[in-house]
Nanobody, 125 residues
Framework: QVQLVESGGGLVQAGGSLRLSCAASGRTFSYAMGWFRQAPGKEREFVAALGWTSISPYYADSVKGRFTISRDDAKSMVYLQMNSLKPEDTAVYYC???????????????????WGQGTQVTVSS
């Protein structure tokens, strides 16, 4: 098990950029790492993930081409670079980790092992 702590959220104007970071308490090389988000009144949804082999990222259609997920297992860190932000990207963003998953599997798994506490991202129009 790993503990996850997100940072980097904030208020940004539409069209702007933010970089979210997720620090894990332990080694992450065997974990799929991902980002999910939850807007007010909506269910939590998948945003992006890297599988435990880190070969290919997987993105939600709504963020493809605008967001980039990356990881640094030597530092036990995961990042989400968010560009061309839109007001509909406003949500609490959560970091997630689950052992030995592909990115695509993580996108639909309902029993993810580890979650962070979330960081608020607000995009103003």
């Amino acid at each position: 098990q790993v503990q996850l702590v997100e940072s980097g959220g904030g208020l940004v104007q539409a069209g702007g950029s933010l970089r979210l970071s997720c620090a894990a308490s332990g080694r992450t090389f065997s974990y799929a790492m991902g980002w999910f988000r939850q807007a007010p009144g909506k269910e939590r949804e998948f945003v992006a993930a890297l599988g435990w082999t880190s070969i290919s990222p997987y993105y939600a259609d709504s963020v493809k081409g605008r967001f980039t997920i990356s990881r640094d297992d030597a530092k036990s860190m995961v990042y989400l670079q968010m560009n061309s932000l839109k007001p509909e990207d406003t949500a609490v963003y959560y970091c997630a980790a689950h052992e030995f998953l592909t990115a695509r599997t993580m996108s639909t798994l309902t029993t993810i092992q580890n979650w962070g506490q979330g960081t608020q991202v607000t995009v103003s129009s």
